[in-house]
């Protein structure tokens, strides 16, 4: 079946870092493609999302381009808050039925000042 | 509108208790999703409607779990005869036609506790 798998975390940087966050995907057909991101105590919010090939997802600085020639979906900032410590999820919706969202485990990132 | 509302936001069961969760999905959306998370985990899939009819479900909704989607709006999530092992966050999602190409918004969720 379909999956994702996102880098080994916690991640720890420092205010103004570069952030990349891996994210790889297996999936029969043409996924579309989420970053969430999970505050504490809190529901998702979608970050940002990419439907097809070389698709860029931007949202709030964070960028992830759609890679389909190396299942890809990564994640980068070119420079971090305070404020973006979350837990952050990598997730593909199925092309077909009930197109539900396939989550990678998440990546808890934690930004010191 | 204000999105996707869950109720209630904690709940603390003994076990062998029923506990019902139930979701407000935004209005004019049609799809419904219920996913488990559990801790340090991403959410898993649970079950999927589509207006009123249940569409699909995962093995993890074993028969102690029922969902149901009256009329096609809010939905409600059962779990009879409650075991430690069902304590997680429970989220709901709601989408307008494909997700994919419009997005899930998602609820808080609703953390169950079972002692």
């Known amino acids: 079946g379909d999956s994702v798998t996102q880098m080994e975390g916690p991640v720890t940087l420092s205010e103004e870092a570069f952030l990349t966050i891996n994210c790889t995907y297996t999936a029969t057909g043409y996924p579309s493609l989420f970053w969430y991101v999970q505050y504490p105590g ?11 090939a070389d698709d860029k997802g931007s949202n709030k600085g964070f960028e992830a381009t759609y890679r389909k020639e190396t299942t890809s979906f990564h994640l980068e900032k070119g420079s971090v808050q305070v404020s973006d410590s979350a837990v952050y999820f990598c997730a ?8 539900k969202l ?9 930004i010191n000042p | 509108d204000t999105g996707v509302s ?10 062998g208790q029923n506990v019902t969760f139930r979701c407000d999905p ?3 959306h049609n799809r419904l999703y219920w996913y488990r998370q559990t801790l340090g985990q991403g959410p898993e899939f649970l079950t999927y409607f589509q207006n009123e009819a249940q ?9 102690r ?26 989220l709901c999602a709601s989408s307008l ?19």
């Open chain 1, 42 to 52: 809190e529901g998702l919010q979608l970050l940002l999302k990419a439907t097809k």
């Open chain 1, 92 to 99: 593909l919706s199925d092309a077909q039925g009930a197109q």
């Open chain 1, 102 to 110: 396939v989550f990678g485990q998440g990546t808890r990132l934690t």
């Open chain 2, 6 to 15: 869950q109720d209630p936001r904690h709940k603390i069961t003994k076990r």
């Open chain 2, 26 to 28: 935004i209005s004019e």
């Open chain 2, 55 to 63: 569409l699909e479900k995962s093995r993890l909704l074993s028969d």
């Open chain 2, 65 to 90: 779990f029922s969902a149901e989607r009256p009329k096609g709006s809010f939905s409600t999530l059962e779990i009879q005869r409650t075991e430690q092992g069902d304590s997680a966050m429970y």
């Open chain 2, 97 to 115: 036609g494909s997700g994919g190409a419009y997005g899930y918004t998602f609820g808080s969720g609703t953390r169950l506790t079972v002692v």
